[in-house]
């Protein structure tokens, strides 16, 4: 069965530094991969995807994230964190159940950005 | 291009009393559609999926129940709501093959 980790469930950095926010997953098959994130009473929204394509794929705002199979790792980054950044990420793979298929979400990923 | 909608936007309602919340989806035919809840700094739950008209499969089982009486429209029910069902409530649908899920904006429920 798929499942996705999420380390850290806050992260705090300072404007201008690195982000780095950690997902690992579990998957029987190859995996499709997405990181979400959601502005407080927002719904999700889609930065990237992986799709075995590209290992390294690049988002919106900036975000990209890197698959690496040998570690079963789809890692977000952005080179210079922005005070608009402030949002909760999560990552979530693909999995079949049922003969349909879902998405199975990481608990999240807080990030605070601070002068 | 595609929009979901959800509402109503917020709601607040005491306990025992009935629940509808309504999603309904534009520009795509035949959608996956999903019902997630968010508890107070938790993460997603997904409660339902619905892959056609009538075709409804629960993940969890509780109080609540899910109708999606028209290809583009997925309602959320209960006949009587608990306080632990407060919450942030998604509707999502997915666009095919890779699985994308394309989220609503959500509506805030709080039982008193």
């Known amino acids: 069965a798929q499942s996705v980790t999420q380390l850290g469930s806050h992260v705090s950095v300072s404007e201008g530094a690195l982000v780095l926010l950690r997902c690992n997953y579990s998957?029987?098959?190859?995996?499709?991969l997405f990181w979400y994130v959601q502005y407080p009473n927002q719904g999700l929204q889609l930065l990237l995807k992986y799709t075995s394509a590209a290992t390294l794929v690049k988002g919106i705002n900036g975000f990209e994230a890197e698959f690496k199979k040998s570690e079963t790792s789809f890692h977000l980054t952005k080179p210079s964190a922005h005070m608009s950044d402030a949002a909760e990420y999560f990552c979530a793979v693909t999995t079949l159940s049922g003969g349909y298929n879902k998405l199975i979400f990481g608990a999240g990923t807080r990030l605070a950005v601070h002068p | 291009s595609q929009t979901i909608h959800q509402w109503p936007a917020t709601l607040v309602q005491p306990v025992g009393s009935p629940l509808s919340l309504e999603c309904t989806v534009e520009g795509t035919s035949n959608p996956n559609l999903y019902w997630y809840r968010q508890a107070a700094g938790r993460g997603l739950q997904l409660l339902f999926y619905?892959?056609?008209?009538?075709?409804i499969s629960s993940e969890v089982p509780q109080n609540l129940s899910a109708s999606r009486p028209q290809d583009r429209q997925f309602i959320l029910s209960s006949k009587k709501l608990l306080l632990s069902d407060s919450g942030f409530y998604l509707c999502a649908w997915t666009r095919l093959p890779n699985n994308e899920q394309f989220f609503g904006p959500g509506t805030r429920l709080t039982v008193l």
């Open positions: 619905s892959v056609g008209i009538g075709q």
């Open positions: 998957s029987s098959v190859p995996p499709y």
